[in-house]
């Protein structure tokens, strides 16, 4: 069974930086997309960025700029560092990775079937 455990998660300041990352265990198939997705106070998941096997990387518009992912894959991880960090940047990120099936859109929370238990950013101006 494929686990997730996300890390580096805190509270910065408006315009400080985090390096979240996410060690993947478990896979015995072909990986898809891994993501990350985040969900503010009283929002919806969003995908805010993801990364093929063969590194191409996707991003949501509103981070384009300030978020960046990337993978070791023989560490079985994937990061994302996020930079100018914004209050509305605050809420709880997590890591997600295919499995049954692979490929689609890579935003939607659907095409996801394993999820970390999240981990916390939060950001004061």
């Known amino acids: 069974r494929v686990q997730l455990m996300e890390s580096g998660g805190g509270s910065v300041q408006a315009g400080g930086s985090l390096r979240l990352s996410c060690r993947a265990s478990?896979?015995?198939?072909?990986?898809?997309?891994m993501a990350w997705f985040r969900q503010g106070p009283g929002k919806e998941r969003e995908g805010v960025a993801a990364?093929?096997?063969?590194?191409?990387?996707f991003y949501a518009n509103s981070v384009k700029g300030r978020f960046t992912i990337s993978q070791d894959n023989a560490k079985n991880t994937v990061d994302l560092q996020i930079n100018n960090l914004k209050p509305e940047d605050s809420a709880m990120f997590f890591c997600?990775?295919?499995?049954?099936?692979?490929?689609?859109?890579?935003?939607?929370?659907?095409?996801?079937?394993?999820w970390g238990q999240g981990t916390q950013v939060t950001v004061s101006s």
């Open positions: 478990g896979y015995t198939d072909s990986r898809g997309y």
């Open positions: 997600a990775a295919q499995g049954s099936v692979l490929g689609g859109p890579w935003s939607e929370r659907r095409n996801y079937d394993y």
């Open positions: 990364i093929w096997l063969n590194g191409k990387t």
